[in-house]
Every structure is written in C-alpha cells, then in structure tokens.
C-alpha cells in the first residue's frame, strides 16, 4: 500500500473499526492528502 499499511487495515478503517490506531489512520490521511484540524472548544473563528 502506498500509505504503508495493510489491506486488512484500510478495510478495518472504513468499516469503522474503534481499535484502529491513530498513527495508522494519520498515514491514510496524509497518503490521501488529507488533513485533520483540532481546535479547543470555544476557539470558533
């Protein structure tokens, strides 16, 4: 896989699997271009 994880994981993943490990989902992500943004409640612009 070009994110370095697993069939079984990218699988696991979009079924939703809870057990799935951040690092893992981070790897997708960036594979896929994507980006994730957290912001402390309250800190609405």
Known sequence: ???GTGL???VDLEKGK???QIGKVLQVL???G????????????
């Open 8 to 10: 079984r994981f990218i």
């Open 34 to 45: 994507m980006k994730i943004k957290i912001e402390a409640p309250g800190m609405d612009v």
């Open 18 to 20: 809870p057990t799935c």
């Open 30 to 32: 960036q594979a896929l």
């Open 1 to 3: 896989m070009t994110c």
